[in-house]
């Protein structure tokens, strides 16, 4: 081999180990979107849960209210 082919060798090892590197850290990041999205989901989630629970125990006192004195145990 010459001195030119060496070099380039070296070049090309060297670009490829930066280009593992990037998909590395692109892995990482899109890692990291994802656990971001799922946190975002789980929270709408409780959120939605917690504005159901809140209106369904509001019509449940509604419906306790409309009852007789005598009906409500």
Do not use: C, H
């Not at 990037?22 to 709408?44: P, S, T, V, Y």
Request: proline share 1%; net charge positive; charged share 35%.
């Amino acid at each position: 081999m010459n001195r030119d082919n060496i070099g380039l060798i070296s070049f090309l090892s060297d670009k490829l180990k930066w280009l593992d590197g990037e998909r590395i850290a692109i892995k990482a990041q899109l890692f990291d979107l994802g656990i971001a999205e799922q946190k975002r989901r789980d929270e709408n989630e409780a959120a939605l849960y917690g504005e159901v629970k809140k209106v369904i125990d509001e019509v449940l006192v509604r419906n306790l209210q409309k009852l007789k004195p005598t009906q409500r145990g």
